[in-house]
């Protein structure tokens, strides 16, 4: 039967009254972030490589296409080539018939950053420990982002019903809008790729919004204030500054380049 030496034991016992400092020892957090938020991390940065993968897509089947050469006031929409986004995306709620290029994509893109601010004011207040502050940011931010998702709802109303003239299809048919199968502003596959990946980053928008919308309910309820912390704002904070971050590279590949 084997037997301790009185060094050994000592060394042992003063191994388990020592505090562990170190990383991965499974006691201390790594680098300070909790489980939750390492996970959020993990989860925008496999969402960062799916979307990645969509607009390089998007940048791969563009590059088959020829560009648009001629003057902007000559352009037509054709089959033949890639439209223009100025004269796609050129329309504004009241003002029918009105040119305005890019505008009403500025503005939502503007809303966007607001909502944003107002995600950051909302974690700042969670970190004070003011609940009235996280309520007040968190509704300015469900705001935002329902009137964004509501502008892209009326963009794509305004993109399936095409424009006034039309366009003059092959088969002699003059077809209005656009859908998964006819595109009046040019080959489908554009018409696919801006319903997709615009849809994808919707619904990501829209999954956000139900997320801040149970936060000021918890908020409200003393949730948080039970838990000792606001970390589950800090975590949806991440994501919503991920969908806006998105947005960006979305609204240059399909708006701007």
Not at 91 to 120: C, K, Q
Not at 161 to 176: K, Y
Request: glycine share 8%; proline share 4%.
């Amino acid at each position: 039967m084997s037997t301790i030496s009185p060094t050994t034991q000592a060394i042992s016992d003063s191994a388990l009254d020592k505090p562990r400092t170190g990383t991965w020892d499974g006691g201390n957090e790594p680098f300070n972030a909790s489980y939750g938020k390492l996970m959020m991390w993990f989860f925008l940065l496999s969402d960062a490589f799916t979307f990645a993968a969509f607009l390089t897509t998007y940048g791969l089947i563009r590059h088959r296409y020829l560009p648009y050469t001629g003057s902007p006031e000559a352009f037509e929409f054709s089959t033949a080539y890639w439209p223009i986004p100025e004269k796609v995306f050129n329309s504004f709620p009241g003002l029918h018939g009105v040119d305005l290029p890019l505008a009403f994509v500025a503005l939502m893109t503007m809303i966007l950053i607001f909502s944003s601010v107002t995600m950051v004011l909302a974690v700042e207040a969670g970190q004070r420990f003011d609940k009235k502050d996280v309520q007040k940011w968190l509704l300015w931010t469900i705001l935002f982002g329902t009137v964004f998702v509501s502008c892209q709802a009326w963009e794509w109303s305004h993109f399936i019903g095409g424009t006034d003239e039309g366009t003059l299809m092959n088969d002699g048919t003059r077809f209005f809008g656009a859908n998964l199968a006819v595109n009046q502003y040019g080959p489908v596959l554009f018409a696919d790729l801006f319903f997709f990946i615009t849809g994808f980053h919707g619904t990501h928008v829209f999954s956000g919004i139900c997320l801040l919308i149970y936060c000021f309910i918890a908020t409200t309820n003393g949730t948080f204030e039970k838990r000792g912390h606001y970390e589950m704002v800090e975590k949806i904070g991440l994501y919503w500054h991920f969908v806006d971050l998105v947005w960006v590279f979305v609204f240059t590949f399909f708006y701007l380049v």
